[in-house]
């Protein structure tokens, strides 16, 4: 599985962006699909992930301005990421999960920065 994600870039405090990630390959059976961060010197830590019957699980840091999304159909996972704080700041990873087989998959990562 392919991971190849988009839509990061530099904004201001309480700004939005987008991000979209696209799998693509053996993704029959992929469960979870979602989205982590990680910042300079820190490890790297869970912001939103949502099955594959849409259960939705998002980070307390983020809840109420991050909304994750997933189209089945495209393959595609999406975080729309509201008013952004400088704490946001990191490099945003997709992730999926194949859970039967124990697979873990990682996108290439895009960078998000907010100015303040």
């Known amino acids: 599985v392919q991971l190849q994600a988009s839509g990061g870039g530099l904004v201001q405090t309480g700004g939005s962006l987008r991000l979209s990630c696209v799998a693509s390959?053996?993704?029959?059976?992929?469960?979870?699909m979602g989205w982590y961060r990680q910042a300079p010197g820190n490890q790297r830590e869970l912001v939103a992930t949502i099955s594959s019957g849409g259960i939705i699980r998002y980070a307390e840091a983020v809840l109420g301005r991050f909304f994750i999304s997933r189209d089945n159909a495209k393959n595609s996972v999406y975080l729309q990421m509201n008013s952004l704080k400088p704490e946001d700041t990191a490099v945003y990873y997709c992730?999926?999960?194949?859970?039967?087989?124990?697979?873990?998959?990682w996108g290439q990562g895009t960078q998000v920065t907010v100015s303040s």
């Open positions: 992730n999926a999960v194949r859970y039967g087989s124990g697979n873990n998959y």
């Open positions: 390959g053996r993704i029959l059976g992929i469960n979870d």
